[in-house]
């Protein structure tokens, strides 16, 4: 027998409380009021200690409770292994992990060793099978006699760019095995076992009488180096601002790592990077010239341990930012549009240069140069300039219509109401002050809001608004306490229009003055315009679909002449692979890293590059305890094998542990006994006679 948790038992020290009880416990005695002791007769009376149990079979109902519980919570269970003859007929599934991580240095090698060792280890009438995994798993070969032709699957096999599952691998490996009559079953697991590959594991089991060997070819200690991110901004000028992100993975500090940058094939600049163990660091490339269109752009470090992360591919392409223009009020000298301007400025994720026009003047060639347009405090009483606005945003623009005290919505055209989505509204003169009481999480304006210390809007005091009554069709992102609306949406055509019914300066409320402003202010500007950051990498084994990547290098998925054309995908190889296009969206998974590029098979000037880097998560090479994972799947901790290699191998006999634990029998037995003693002691207690009486 063996325990899960000895550490429980310590609680058998706990026996000394029914020994305390029993043994110092003092007899009661029952006191009688007398009005007169002149007719009774003086008596001793003594009271001791007991010196003997009075009852031992209620101690001794206390003290094997306490001794059922301490084991119980001990997790005592049994092993009952079965002994399987050297000679007898086996069927093994060798389980191979062939993610990123394997090509770390001698790794890779010691997996194919630990193979082939099982192999030389199975005799005649063994079965075996060959599966391998990554963050899928295949079977290489079905379970066969022939071990020639497992070992010559072996030979063909190579790590691949993918991570690491290994619970997809188990449940593989089970089903192979499940089917097996009348034989020994085993699954040898070989692996690196890496930490980051085992987050859903424990809900992974193997089947009845299947017994786990596993090998972990990890070494000791593994020092590694990776690219993990590059962040391209637009710094103005037409230049570009470069930012890559390293993760020291070892546990030495790194000093003066040159970090290399090249664009469209030219070596551009070289930065030294420092890092603290486990830790990050960041090298910047400033004042970038890019060249036109879609550039290939490679980051690199001088190659470790693991080479496949010491280079970062990404797609460099000019960024153009978002144009907004601000439509002011006939005081268009005043601060009403100095806080929307200024945070507008702030920040490079996009970068957003902002201008300012009079609303009164607005022509259609301005709006043709803007992606945004803030209305800020203008009323729409003019229904040319409504209806400007109108065709503007229906071809995809984004519009803010920001109202305060010029709004003066009893002016307003039916095509200014139109656009404003609401019927006219009426001025609330808040004395008492208005709190944001609602946020619709949901909304992508506020959904980054709504964690834990990211915002709070509640602090903001709103003095005056206008009431809205929306229309069908429009929707209320935001409202104050007294349930007014205080952010609407809604679609015109292609585009989107957001009406906030207060000021965004410090006139009708101080929400300009609270930290919640600046990114609000910008996921206003981002809603409206549909913005997305442009995909500049993905990571290996990701999909993409072939209309945006069609859009990105041209027309669409038509051809000049209208025709749809043949798509090919030419891999990292220069090898040229059909796309098959069906009726509805066709994906394109890119399997491995490096640049990969899809183009009309006739039309190479329509290429669009697409760059693929490895998943983050393999180049941490941490390893799970090898216990963890085979007491989570097979139920019972690993014990050595006679014989077995050290490579993990399955020697002249193997074993298949059952274990079966004992904790619920024992609590059960406590709860019987504990019912047995509380039943005992009462009726003991009623039936007690006086001890006598005492004087007053």
Known sequence: MSLLTPWFLAGLGLLSIPIIIHLTHRQRSRVTVFPSLMFLRKLPFKTMNRRRIRHPLLFALRCVAVILLALAFSRPFFDSVTAVEAGSERDVAILLDVSASLGYEGRWDAALDSARAVLDGLGEGDRVAVATFDEQARERTPLTLDLVAARNGLADLSPTDLGTR???????AGRILSESEDRTREVVLIS?????????????RLPDGVSLRAA???????????LAEAALRAAGGGRARLLARLANMGDAPVEGLPVSLEIAGRAVATVPVDMPPRGT?????????LPEGRSRGRLTVPEDGLAIDNAFRFVAAPEAGLRTLILENNRGGSEGSLFLERALGIGDAPRIETSRAPAAGLEASALSAVDFAILNDADLADAG????LREWVSAGGGLLIVLGRDASMNRWSDAGLELLGAGPGSLVDAADGRRLSWLDYDHPVFELFSGPRSGDFSGARFDRL??????????????????????????????RVLVWTSTLD??????????????FVHRLALHATGYREPERWIEAGGV??????AGAGGPGLAGPDGDAPEWVVVDPDGDRQPVEVGEGPTWIEFPRAGFYQVEPRDDASRSTTVAVNPPITESDLVPVAVERVVEAVAGVAPAAAGGAGENGATADEATVPRRAELWWVLLLLAGLVLAVESVLANRWTRQRPASGLAGA
């Open 166 to 172: 290994l619970e997809a691998g188990i449940q593989l």
């Open 281 to 289: 660091g960041t090298a910047v490339f400033d004042d970038l010239a």
């Open 506 to 519: 410090r006139y009708w409320n101080d929400l300009a003055l609270q930290p919640v402003f600046l990114p």
């Open 544 to 549: 993409l679909e072939l209309a945006a990547l």
């Open 385 to 388: 300039r409504a209806g400007r």
């Open 466 to 495: 206008w009431s809205l009554e929306p229309r069908e069709g429009t929707t209320v992102a935001a409202r104050f306490d007294s349930g007014e609306p205080a952010l609407l949406e809604h679609s015109v055509g292609e585009g």
């Open 216 to 226: 972990s070819v990890a070494p000791e200690e593994a020092a590694n180096v990776a």
């Open 192 to 204: 690196d076992f890496q930490r980051t590959g085992w987050e859903d594991g424990g809900r992974v």
